[in-house]
């Protein structure tokens, strides 16, 4: 039996009685230096009794990162998972830690050294840039083993992390920087260029609209857009001829010319115009340099064009470019920049010099490998968030620098998932059963189960099911199984002509 949340699945764990070495309120005695916790035996809302620590860790002057641990008063597995955040969020997943806790596991998450959700909460607070960046999960993660070893008598048999998004990025850092946290790392759709992200996003709003905020390109149209590539390319792309989603979208050769405004059409409705075509054209491509043409991230693929409107513009505040207080108070330090003064020649420079604590880029997982770590990356092929292509690079950097990384490096795009999950294919990827038979039983992935279900209530039932390949390879129908289950499929690597 498996449960499926978010963009992992758990196993049923066997759970056996667990014998406390420490009572739970009895942690809150003699916290290393800088700690502060609180303890409670509870009830949580669809959990079993657990210890519940709530802590702050100063690690530094100015650092105040906020954690939970949950504990199982019975029934630990012996094994930590630590799950991330999203965006700039300080909220916990506690939907996660549920799921976790349910199976045995002992469970923390963290604030990130922060409350909100906006960038601006660095105002004032100058180390919860790094707190955010990296520090806060790892030192969230050091302060929960000890808890763990104090609380059972015992260290923890395995560590693992999970994250999306944002969380993505969390797992990423910890690979770079502290490789010695986690024995099984799951980075989904990691946010983790994410200074060249933001840029991204710029870029969206500048070519999307007019001088005076207006958009170009109406949003209404976009379905259009969408259905014209759907109906040119899914199924010819290596999907199967009912998908209605994109296997490969680098494989599709629709072009928005082809749908472009004849002269002289009065209803454009059902067309681009010029300016429409020159928009999407540019979302594409991906940020460029407007006078060198040097590409400076990445384009949004194919397929992706439902979910474009959340980031083409602050969703509160259409008027400005999403997560403007990034380069106000990330960036530039400044509370009145606009993004008209955005100059591509000398800003680069100064959004390169702001990279150290926040993009988690650096393609050296030596250490990592070194420590016996294992990796699990994945991302949706049709995320309108972070271009897949963030994904593929960062594999490809991995490989220039280590050769194969498949002994502790596997990366699997999704077809048709979105930012972490839902969209129009597969909704949902299973890794956490494939990242613990991989850590503690050496067994490698060569494919995740991916699934679809019928609607965002799981309960609602299964659309179809399809193997997600450890890249480059890609699910292959054998042409003869029933093509909506998995065991109809096969991996293979494409033929450079495929």
């Known amino acids: 039996m498996k449960i499926f949340l978010g963009a992992f699945a758990i196993g049923i764990a066997a759970l056996a009685h667990t014998a406390h070495a420490t009572p739970c309120a009895d942690l809150t005695t003699r916290p290393p230096a800088g700690m502060t916790i609180t303890a409670s035996e509870a009830t949580l809302p669809a959990s079993p009794p657990v210890c519940r620590l709530k802590g702050q860790i100063s690690p530094v002057q100015g650092s105040r990162i906020g954690f939970e641990l949950w504990l199982p008063l019975s029934g630990w597995n012996g094994k930590f998972q630590m799950v991330g955040n999203g965006g700039y969020s300080s909220a916990l997943d506690t939907r996660a830690m549920t799921t976790l806790i349910n199976n045995g596991y002992a469970v923390a998450a963290t604030d990130t050294g922060h409350t909100g959700d906006d960038p601006d909460f660095v105002v004032g607070h100058p180390e919860a840039l790094a707190d955010w960046g990296h520090r806060a999960v790892h030192e969230t993660a050091i302060a929960a083993k000890a808890l763990i070893a104090r609380y059972y008598g015992q260290a923890p048999r395995h560590s693992y992390f999970s994250g999306c998004s944002t969380g993505g990025q969390q797992a990423l850092m910890e690979a770079q920087r502290y490789p010695g946290d986690f024995d099984g790392i799951i980075a989904g759709d990691p946010g983790s260029n994410r200074t060249r992200l933001n840029l991204g996003f710029l870029w969206l709003y500048r070519v999307s609209h007019r001088a005076d905020g207006s958009l170009i390109f109406p949003p209404s149209k976009l379905s259009m857009l969408n259905k014209a590539i759907l109906d040119a390319c899914a199924g010819k792309d290596g999907g199967l001829p009912g998908d209605r989603f ?68 602050n969703p509160v505040k259409p008027s400005e470019p999403a997560r403007l207080n990034f380069w106000r108070y990330w960036v530039f330090n400044d509370p009145t920049w606009t993004a008209d003064r955005f100059n591509f020649d000398r800003d680069i420079v100064r959004l390169d010099q702001s990279r150290g604590p926040i993009d988690a880029i650096d393609p050296d997982l030596s250490a990592f490998a070194a420590a016996g770590g294992k990796l699990i990356q994945f991302h949706g092929l049709a995320d309108p968030v972070v271009p897949p292509d963030e994904s593929t690079g960062y594999y490809n950097q991995i490989k220039t620098r280590a050769g194969d990384p498949s002994a502790f490096f596997r990366l699997f795009m999704v077809p048709g998932l979105g930012h972490c999950q839902g969209g129009p294919g597969l909704t949902s990827v299973a890794a956490q059963d494939a990242l613990e038979q991989w850590v503690e039983n050496g067994v490698a992935p060569k494919s995740l189960p991916g699934v679809r279900f019928k609607s965002m209530n799981q309960a609602d039932g299964v659309s179809f099911t399809r193997p997600v390949c450890a890249y480059p390879a890609r699910a292959v129908y054998d042409g003869k199984g029933d093509p909506s289950t998995a065991a109809s499929f096969t991996c293979r690597v494409p033929k450079p002509h495929d």
Not at 247 to 268: H, L, M, N, W, Y
Not at 287 to 307: I, N
């Open 246 to 313: 994109l296997t490969a979208p680098a494989r599709c050769s629709f072009k928005p010319k082809q749908i472009r405004c004849k002269r002289g059409v009065s209803d454009e409705s059902h067309c681009l115009t010029k300016a429409e075509v020159r928009v999407v054209e540019q979302i594409y491509r991906g940020a460029r340099h407007p006078r060198t043409g040097a590409q400076l991230y990445y384009g949004w693929v194919k397929g992706s064009e439902w979910g474009w409107p959340a980031y083409w513009a």
